[in-house]
């Protein structure tokens, strides 16, 4: 049967169709979908999210050794977090396979780096995929537990934004249960003390030896010969824009990126005057065929930033010579910018606007609230990881970074994926910091997943909810706050008094995401223009509900006006009115 799918959907069929027994993974976009779909229409697969990557992988491992094929799922700075147990995993091997994803970010949609993971398996020397479309995503996924198991190796997924979200016709077979394995004691394989993890990198260098052979008759890089004097090695979505720019040109096309198949290359390169490697980020294979003593050229002339597309490589191949056809200029419309805006009515607002007001260093975190980085609100002065914010406060504290005091901001999903250890060593080593968990109840950034906290898991199932309070003062902390962000002056005044206090402070808010998992509206706001003098405070609290009206004041400055379908009634923008202007719509009368 014939489906359009996504590539994180044609993932999640192909998990089912190789009998995947545990999916797991912690949310990041481009992965999130992955594990969403799993749970929604494949409930036979076991899934759930984990605190986070390193603990997701971890699970995995267990899986795998426990007998069961696993699929494990992150974006690509989830790698970085899983990275310990993965390169270990590397020594060890599976018993039954497992493949994670690394999904990769080029432009930065959603991320703080644009990293390229398929570094990461040549570090650990392991092999990895690369699909070009959805129909190769969930058919390399079961190539993929194929080479696992074969070779007693993890295998990396690589896939990017595009090849994640765009759908593509996908067809599906018929699941199978997978291999039927049990657990086996091995210590000698599973156990990496010194004297055994000897003996397994020798099993190690021993299987990229293999995998060489195996890359060079493997069906999973494909020549295709146009009759064309240039050729282009290329792979993953870069192989879809070349096509479409140049389907003339004879092409290799890279399926099993690491190892590479140096033979064929250097044979299909010999056929042709010039061949050029189209691969976006760093020139990963292109270094490797280099270093091999032959001669392609690439990233002179495609560059080693952002994300690619059909018009940038079609430049490219022009500036290099090879493409003859005219390059069409880019549209020169200027489209209306639409910066990304914490929603109207969130929670993190109010909790900005004091911090703001106080003037604090405010160290940052991943999540909705990073945004609070931007203008107006200009509240964050640091966003490095998940869950350094803590530390980052702990040691600008400990220097005496800031005279007014130091603020850290974390989400609740954030919390338990990394900020638990730091706030550990906030409390261990006496840290004068005040830490604010924004606590909207879901992992709201990558569209409101489960976590610890939450009362339910990923399959829909009733959970265990872990106590932000008393986690945090089973750890140590004594100064501990609740605190409605929808009150500005109980926020100014509540993190003024935590910042004067001695030792770690802890304030949780306790509203909900307003989108999540249902969308809060309470009774809209109106601005009584007779009232409004366009003095513009309630435009400094970037919510996208307001807008400027028609009218303006004396000064040209101009009025306030709400959008009552985008208003939720969180009352903010009222409280810091300084005519009143902004009332109720209830109590709105007009004369």
């Known amino acids: 049967m014939k489906e359009l799918m996504s590539g994180n959907e044609a993932v999640a069929r192909g998990a089912l169709e190789a009998g995947v027994r545990m999916a797991v993974g912690y949310p990041g976009t481009p992965s999130t979908e992955i594990l969403e779909t799993v749970a929604a229409r494949y409930p036979t697969v076991y899934c759930q999210w984990s605190p986070n990557e390193k603990v997701a992988f971890e699970v995995g491992i267990g899986a795998s050794i426990g007998g069961g094929r696993t699929l494990v799922t992150m974006k690509h700075v989830g790698l970085n977090v899983a990275a310990d147990p993965f390169m270990t995993f590397a020594y060890t091997g599976v018993n039954a396979g497992l493949v994670f994803i690394s999904a990769d970010d080029p432009a930065m949609h959603s991320s703080q780096n644009e990293q390229d993971n398929r570094?990461?398996?040549?570090?650990?020397?392991?092999?990895?995929?690369?699909?070009?479309?959805?129909?190769?995503?969930?058919?390399?996924?079961?190539?993929?537990?194929?080479?696992?198991?074969?070779?007693?190796?993890?295998?990396?997924?690589?896939?990017?934004?595009?090849?994640?979200?765009?759908?593509?016709?996908v067809e599906t077979q018929e699941p199978s249960e997978g291999p039927d394995l049990k657990f086996v004691k091995d210590p000698s394989k599973y156990v990496m003390i010194p004297s055994h993890a000897r003996e397994r990198h020798l099993v190690?260098?021993?299987?990229?030896?293999?995998?060489?052979?195996?890359?060079?008759?493997?069906?999973?890089?494909?020549?295709?010969?146009?009759?064309?004097?240039?050729?282009?090695?290329?792979?993953?979505?870069?192989?879809q824009y070349s096509?479409?720019?140049?389907?003339?040109?004879?092409?290799?096309?890279i399926g099993l990126g690491y190892p590479l198949p140096m033979k064929k290359i250097a044979d299909f390169v010999s056929k042709h005057d010039r061949v050029i490697v189209v691969e976006e980020l760093e020139p990963f294979?292109?270094?490797?065929?280099?270093?091999?003593?032959?001669?392609?050229?690439?990233?002179?002339?495609?560059?080693?930033?952002?994300?690619?597309?059909?018009?940038?490589?079609?430049?490219?191949?022009?500036?290099?010579?090879?493409?003859?056809?005219?390059?069409?200029?880019?549209?020169?419309?200027?489209?209306?910018?639409?910066?990304?805006?914490?929603?109207?009515?969130?929670?993190?607002?109010?909790?900005?606007?004091a911090l703001r007001k106080l003037k604090v260093a405010v160290t940052g975190d991943i999540g909705c609230y990073t945004l609070g980085v931007l203008q107006p609100l200009n509240a964050l002065d640091t966003c490095i990881c998940m869950g350094a914010s803590i530390g980052n406060a702990i040691g600008m504290?400990?220097?005496?970074?800031?005279?007014?005091?130091?603020?850290?901001?974390?989400?609740?999903?954030?919390f338990f994926?990394?900020?638990?250890?730091?706030?550990?060593?906030?409390?261990?080593?006496?840290?004068?910091?005040?830490?604010?968990?924004?606590d909207n109840r879901a992992t709201a950034m990558t569209g409101g997943q489960q976590h610890p906290s939450t009362g339910k898991t990923l399959m829909g199932h009733d959970a265990g909810v872990i106590d932000i309070e008393t986690l945090c003062r089973a750890l140590g902390i004594k100064n501990f706050r609740r605190l409605d962000a929808y009150d500005y002056d109980a926020a100014l005044e509540t993190i003024k008094e935590e910042i004067d206090k001695p030792g770690p402070s802890v304030i949780?808010?306790?509203?909900?995401?307003?989108?999540?998992?249902?969308?809060?509206?309470?009774?809209?706001?109106?601005?009584?223009?007779?009232?409004?003098?366009?003095?513009?405070?309630?435009?400094?609290?970037?919510?996208?509900?307001?807008?400027?009206?028609?009218?303006?004041?004396?000064?040209?400055?101009?009025?306030?006006?709400?959008?009552?379908?985008?208003?939720?009634?969180?009352?903010?923008?009222?409280?810091i009115c300084p005519e009143e202007a902004i009332v109720l719509k209830s109590q709105f009368v007009k004369a």
């Open 397 to 414: 504290e400990k220097v005496k970074g800031s005279e007014r005091g130091t603020v850290a901001v974390i989400g609740d999903s954030t």
């Open 508 to 575: 949780l808010t306790t509203r909900p995401c307003v989108l999540m998992p249902k969308r809060i509206m309470e009774e809209p706001y109106v601005v009584d223009l007779d009232l409004c003098n366009g003095c513009s405070a309630c435009f400094r609290i970037s919510c996208p509900a307001i807008a400027a009206a028609e009218q303006t004041n004396k000064h040209g400055h101009p009025l306030a006006v709400i959008d009552e379908t985008l208003c939720t009634g969180c009352t903010l923008c009222s409280q």
């Open 285 to 353: 294979w292109e270094d490797m065929i280099k270093a091999e003593g032959i001669k392609v050229e690439g990233k002179k002339y495609l560059g080693v930033q952002g994300e690619f597309s059909p018009r940038r490589v079609a430049m490219a191949l022009s500036e290099a010579g090879v493409l003859e056809r005219e390059v069409p200029e880019a549209s020169s419309v200027d489209l209306f910018p639409r910066p990304p805006v914490l929603c109207p009515g969130c929670p993190h607002r109010g909790a900005f606007m």
């Open 204 to 239: 190690v260098e021993d299987r990229l030896a293999r995998l060489k052979e195996l890359a060079e008759t493997s069906p999973l890089n494909v020549v295709e010969n146009n009759g064309s004097r240039i050729g282009i090695i290329t792979g993953g979505v870069s192989y």
């Open 417 to 438: 994926h990394s900020g638990i250890t730091g706030l550990v060593d906030a409390v261990y080593n006496q840290s004068n910091v005040t830490v604010v968990i924004l």
């Open 243 to 253: 096509k479409e720019v140049a389907p003339d040109f004879d092409y290799f096309k």
């Open 119 to 169: 570094f990461f398996a040549r570090f650990a020397q392991v092999p990895f995929l690369t699909p070009s479309d959805s129909a190769e995503c969930r058919s390399m996924l079961l190539d993929g537990y194929e080479l696992s198991e074969k070779f007693d190796t993890p295998v990396m997924l690589h896939m990017t934004t595009r090849i994640s979200h765009s759908k593509g016709i």
